[in-house]
């Protein structure tokens, strides 16, 4: 594999169980003195697709053409997801029901860390009208599909029959089904492309508890011809993925992930990515090491979040070494960085719209990270900089520039911010340092009066003569 596939001529249906994913995130200071609990100040709210919608997330990101088939309630969860899956392109072929919560699972954050899960869901057998629908939704889509997924989280909307209906009709039509299984039952996903299970829900169809690489492959085999797959894809957490096939070698690859941070939602970016390879031509042990690129990038987030395509473009050129898994939302920041000064690590701050990277950038950036421990980068967004330097600009759009700053060894995190100056973001983030380049003063820069109060200092960076982003653009267009 030489070339990064075109994700875009891909076309996946995805079908399970929908959830809601929604985070509360805030400090905990105290013990309440009504139980011996902590109680969590609140700070902010944000919500995103989980479970089957958590697949079709990460396969709209990586920019294929996707459908999601399930069910959610008639309720304010349920206008959320809506909301979200039009947000992000996704295809909605979700049926709504009276008789049903939307599946949600809140989860409780404060310092990076989980306090506490709950979980709002109905795991019954779902009305025959329901049924009916999904089936009739399911045999309308599959015309012109290249790949269908199968997102099984126990939540009732696969049972046997349904399951064991969609993966005969998918077969009869010649179109690949990738399933990721939940249960000991795997009687119903017979006859499957590929099974994606974790080393946990391996064990659970297996007679003996897998150990090593060589038992594994042994017990795969078995599995293989019990359930007349194609191929068997066990994930392992920190010890990589294994791939096993009816008629090709073991394949085993190593994790790449330098730092974990939360493994929420990492078998649904695994499950999407192989299967939108696979669907675009790729062989599947191509496919695997590709899925293996985008879980490693997305176990280095915090909270469920899908791989973007130009994270995952990024780490396979340069395999791993690109910065694609620096790129976070203020809220993430805030979170790792909150992790860092509580390790004592000097935090440095710059910011800027590198819009094309230059010797003076370069210079700029080095000496920044001399100041501290991390370097944290602030990145004027594609809006922020139209409205700064006109209508021509940005050369390189925001995706993109984030990309390359953060591939910079020295780089350790790049946020995007919309506003004219990055205010907001030094408020959030209170680094000890700030570095600006030009002929600034301490007193001219934004934000110094918040990191000299909390006894931080502000560094001036002398610019590199005759070099700016405008100068080079104008050299460009005269020769």
């Keep these: 594999m030489k070339?990064?596939?075109?994700?875009?001529?891909?076309?996946?249906?995805?079908?399970?169980?929908?959830?809601?994913d929604r985070y509360y995130w805030g400090k905990v200071s105290r013990i309440s003195p009504e139980a011996p609990v902590p109680v969590v100040r609140v700070m902010e709210k944000t919500g995103t697709l989980g479970g089957a919608g958590n697949v079709a997330l990460n396969l709209a990101e990586l920019k294929c053409q996707c459908a999601l088939l399930g069910v959610y309630g008639n309720d304010p969860p349920g206008e959320s997801l809506i909301s979200i899956l039009n947000k992000f392109d996704i295809q909605n072929r979700l049926i709504k029901s009276s008789t049903r919560p939307t599946t949600t699972k809140t989860r409780i954050i404060s310092q990076g860390q989980q306090i506490?899960?709950?979980?709002?869901?109905?795991?019954?057998?779902?009305?025959?009208?329901?049924?009916?629908?999904?089936?009739?939704?399911?045999?309308?889509?599959?015309?012109?599909?290249?790949?269908?997924?199968?997102?099984?989280?126990g939540k009732g909307v696969l049972d046997d029959s349904l399951t064991a209906r969609i993966i005969n009709l998918t077969k009869k039509n010649h179109i690949p089904i990738f399933v990721d299984p939940k249960g000991e039952n795997w009687n119903r996903y017979n006859g499957a492309t590929c099974i994606t299970p974790n080393l946990t829900e391996f064990n659970q169809v297996s007679p003996v508890s897998v150990a090593d690489d060589l038992s594994l492959s042994q017990e795969a085999k078995k599995v293989i011809d019990q359930f007349e797959l194609d191929f068997l894809l066990v994930t392992k957490g920190a010890k990589g993925l294994s791939l096993f096939g009816r008629s090709q070698p073991d394949t085993h690859i190593s994790a790449i992930a330098k730092e974990v941070?939360?493994?929420?939602?990492?078998?649904?970016?695994?499950?999407?990515?192989?299967?939108?390879?696979?669907?675009?031509?790729?062989?599947?042990?191509?496919?695997?090491?590709?899925?293996?690129?985008?879980?490693?990038?997305?176990?280095?987030?915090?909270?469920?979040?899908?791989?973007?395509?130009?994270?995952?473009?990024?780490a396979f050129y340069?395999?791993?070494?690109?910065?694609?898994?620096?790129?976070?939302?203020?809220?993430?920041?805030?979170?790792?960085?909150?992790?860092?000064?509580?390790?004592?690590?000097?935090?440095?701050?710059?910011?800027?719209?590198?819009?094309?990277?230059?010797?003076?950038?370069?210079?700029?950036?080095?000496?920044?990270?001399?100041?501290?421990?991390?370097?944290?980068?602030?990145?004027?967004?594609?809006?922020?900089i139209k409205r700064l330097?006109?209508?021509?600009?940005?050369?390189?759009?925001?995706?993109?520039?984030?990309?390359?700053?953060?591939?910079?060894?020295?780089?350790?995190?790049?946020?995007?911010?919309?506003?004219?100056?990055?205010?907001?973001?030094?408020?959030?983030?209170?680094?000890d340092v700030i570095v600006k380049g030009g002929d600034y003063t301490p007193e001219t820069v934004v934000g110094h009066e918040i990191v000299e109060s909390s006894g931080g200092r502000v560094v001036i960076f002398p610019i590199v003569d005759g070099i700016s982003t405008t100068q080079v653009i104008e050299q460009m267009k005269s020769q």
Aim: proline content about 3%; hydrophobic content about 40%.
């Design 261 to 314: 941070f939360d493994v929420s939602g990492a078998g649904d970016t695994v499950i999407a990515t192989l299967s939108a390879a696979f669907g675009t031509g790729l062989k599947m042990a191509e496919a695997a090491e590709l899925a293996n690129l985008a879980a490693g990038i997305v176990v280095g987030k915090i909270g469920t979040q899908p791989i973007t395509t130009i994270e995952l473009e990024g």
């Design 116 to 153: 506490i899960r709950l979980d709002e869901e109905e795991t019954g057998k779902l009305e025959n009208c329901i049924y009916k629908e999904l089936i009739r939704r399911f045999d309308e889509q599959l015309a012109g599909t290249d790949v269908v997924i199968i997102s099984d989280y």
């Design 389 to 431: 330097k006109g209508p021509s600009r940005p050369v390189m759009k925001e995706d993109e520039r984030a990309t390359i700053i953060a591939s910079l060894k020295y780089v350790d995190l790049v946020v995007m911010f919309e506003e004219d100056n990055p205010l907001k973001l030094i408020n959030e983030f209170r680094p």
């Design 318 to 384: 340069d395999k791993g070494i690109s910065g694609a898994n620096k790129i976070f939302t203020i809220r993430q920041a805030k979170e790792l960085i909150a992790k860092w000064h509580n390790e004592g690590k000097r935090i440095v701050f710059t910011n800027g719209c590198f819009d094309i990277l230059h010797i003076g950038h370069i210079k700029l950036l080095h000496a920044a990270s001399e100041e501290g421990d991390k370097l944290i980068i602030g990145l004027n967004s594609d809006s922020s």
């Design 3 to 20: 070339t990064y596939p075109d994700f875009s001529k891909c076309k996946v249906l995805v079908i399970g169980d929908v959830m809601l």
